[in-house]
């Protein structure tokens, strides 16, 4: 009984260190990755699909981290059109592809833990709200409102 508990616990104890350095390198990766995603960009990558039009200080930018290749993010490119065409002045829409090698940065910056995930930007830069999922526009248009954004 007591072999099985000290071979159990052995095996335990390595693999959790071994899993240990695969850790330390993502979080290195991640440091690296958030110095070169915070710098100004001048054209989108193929993960980055600006939807908007180059608004010059949007009210609210509404970021879309999913992957062309997901059924709900699928669902949710008609709702980013709609509010890029009817919102066009006041909020700007970006669409990242976070299961390419160019976005994954962006769900790392994000800290994003499924996809679809919608974070909303005030006109500062900062977060002010975050929803996970598919979201219906009825919805997203509430919070574009609670930012000052009108119809």
């Known amino acids: 009984m007591r072999i099985k508990t000290f071979s159990t616990l052995t095996i335990a104890v390595f693999l959790f260190l071994g899993c240990e350095p695969k850790k330390n390198t993502v979080i290195e990766t991640k440091k690296t990755d958030t110095k070169t995603i915070e710098q100004p960009k001048e054209t989108p990558k193929k993960s980055e699909k600006v939807i908007s039009s180059?608004?010059?200080?949007?009210?609210?930018?509404?970021?879309?981290?999913?992957?062309?290749?997901?059924?709900?993010?699928?669902?949710?490119?008609?709702?980013?059109?709609?509010?890029?065409?009817e919102y066009k002045d006041q909020v700007k829409v970006v669409f990242y592809?976070?299961?390419?090698?160019?976005?994954?940065?962006?769900?790392?910056?994000?800290?994003?833990?499924?996809?679809?995930?919608?974070?909303?930007?005030?006109?500062?830069?900062r977060e002010f709200f975050r929803h996970e999922g598919f979201f219906p526009k009825e919805e997203l248009v509430k919070i574009l409102e609670m930012q000052g954004v009108k119809k």
């Open 97 to 125: 592809d976070v299961w390419t090698q160019e976005g994954r940065p962006y769900a790392e910056k994000y800290k994003i833990r499924l996809i679809p995930t919608q974070v909303f930007l005030d006109k500062n830069g």
């Open 54 to 85: 180059k608004i010059e200080k949007p009210i609210v930018t509404f970021v879309e981290l999913g992957s062309v290749g997901c059924i709900p993010c699928k669902m949710m490119q008609p709702i980013m059109k709609e509010i890029e065409e």
